[in-house]
C-alpha cells in the first residue's frame, strides 16, 4: 500500500492510528459532547480498526449503544491480535468505494485505470474522501468530490506540521478522475477474513499470498 494513500486514509478517518490501541477515547468524547450540544448525531468517531470490526462483524447502519459497544470490544480484540500494517491492509482491502469496488486496489483501476501503488496524491486523496461514503463518488457528485478530497489534503497538510519530511504537499488541482471501464471488483470474503482473525497463522498465509509480509508484535 503506497505511503500516500496511507496518509490520506489516516488523515481524515484516523489521525491518531498509529497511537491508540483501537478506540481513541478522547476523540470519542469530544464527538460525544458535540452530539449532545447539536442535539442529534453529527458525526462519529470510529478509528479504523473500528470501521474494520463494524464492516465484518456488525450491522453499521444500526446506531446503537449496544453496537457502538460491541464494536470498541472487537477493535480492542483486533489490536491486540494483529500489527498496525495487517490492520491497515485488511480494511484497505475491504473498504466499499461506490459502483460496486471493494478496497483501494479495485477503486484505483476503476476510477483512474491503474494500480494502487501508482496513486498520485491528489488520487489517494479522492478515493480517501470517499471512505466516508458512495455520495462523495466524482462520478455522482462531481463537486462534492472536488471539497472532500481538498479537505483529505488541508487535514493531510495540517498533520504534517510536525512531521516535516511531508510538508512538501502539492497544491490543489481542480481536475478530479478519469472513468476507466477496467474495474477491478476483488473482495475479500468476510468468512476468511473472520477465519484469520481468529487463527493468525491463516492471515501470515494469506498476506504472503497477496505479497506482504506480516508479523505479530
Not at 494483529?82 to 491492509?89: G, M, V
Not at 476510477?111 to 480517501?128: I, N, R, S, W
Amino acid at each position: 500500500m503506497p505511503k500516500v494513500l496511507y496518509s490520506s486514509v489516516t488523515a481524515i478517518e484516523d489521525q491518531h492510528f498509529e497511537e491508540h490501541w483501537g478506540v481513541d477515547f478522547p476523540r470519542m468524547f469530544s464527538a460525544a459532547v458535540r452530539n449532545v450540544v447539536k442535539g442529534r448525531i453529527t458525526g462519529g468517531a470510529s478509528t479504523i480498526t473500528m470501521q474494520l470490526a463494524g464492516n465484518l462483524f456488525l450491522d453499521r447502519s444500526d446506531r446503537s449503544f449496544r453496537r457502538k459497544m460491541q464494536e470498541i470490544l472487537l477493535a480492542l480484540q483486533i489490536e491486540r491480535r494483529y500489527t498496525k500494517p495487517q490492520i491497515f491492509t485488511m480494511y484497505a482491502n475491504q473498504v466499499y468505494l461506490a459502483h460496486g469496488n471493494y478496497g483501494f486496489a479495485a477503486a484505483s483501476q476503476f476510477y483512474f485505470g491503474k494500480p494502487v501503488t501508482d496513486l498520485k496524491l491528489q488520487e489517494a486523496a479522492l478515493l480517501a474522501g470517499m471512505v466516508n461514503g458512495p455520495k462523495f463518488s466524482p462520478l455522482t457528485n462531481p463537486d462534492l468530490a472536488l471539497n472532500r478530497r481538498n479537505l483529505v489534503i488541508h487535514r493531510m497538510k495540517r498533520k504534517a506540521r510536525s512531521r516535516p519530511r511531508m510538508r512538501r504537499l502539492p497544491g490543489k488541482r481542480r481536475s478530479v478522475c478519469t472513468s476507466s471501464i477496467r474495474a477491478m471488483t476483488w473482495r475479500p470474503t468476510s468468512s476468511k477474513i473472520f477465519a484469520s482473525i481468529l487463527n493468525p497463522r491463516m492471515a501470515q498465509k494469506r498476506s504472503m499470498s497477496e505479497g506482504c509480509v506480516f508479523t505479530r508484535r
